[in-house]
């Protein structure tokens, strides 16, 4: 079955940086729209960064200029590489992808910035 596996979450300080992963089996994500996706306390979950099938990136603005999505294919990985943290990006972090009109979901990561 499709799995995805998140992992490269923490606790940082305020400013700091992580690199998430989203590692498929059973897909290709290099074939894939990937989204990152994140989730506070409280919060629904909202949209973060995608890149497309194709390599376009787009960015929810809150994290234009500090995150970055990317893909590499020998992996079969997706990351967000996110710098520059602050105390609001806290949350857990999932990736998502869809085939067939069925929507796959890794387990999440939780990232933790500290003021």
């Known amino acids: 079955q499709v799995q995805l596996v998140e992992s490269g979450g923490g606790l940082v300080q305020t400013g700091g940086s992580l690199r998430l992963s989203c590692t498929g089996s059973?897909?290709?994500?290099?074939?894939?729209?990937v989204d990152w996706y994140r989730q506070a306390p409280g919060k629904e979950r909202e949209p973060v960064a995608r890149i497309t099938s194709g390599g376009s990136t787009n960015y929810t603005d809150s994290v234009k200029g500090r995150f970055t999505i990317y893909r590499e294919n020998a992996k079969n990985t997706v990351y967000l590489q996110m710098n520059s943290l602050r105390p609001e990006d806290t949350a857990v972090y999932y990736c998502q992808t869809s085939s067939y009109k069925a929507h796959y979901w890794g387990q999440g990561t939780q990232v933790t910035v500290s003021s």
């Open positions: 059973r897909i290709l994500l290099s074939i894939q729209t």
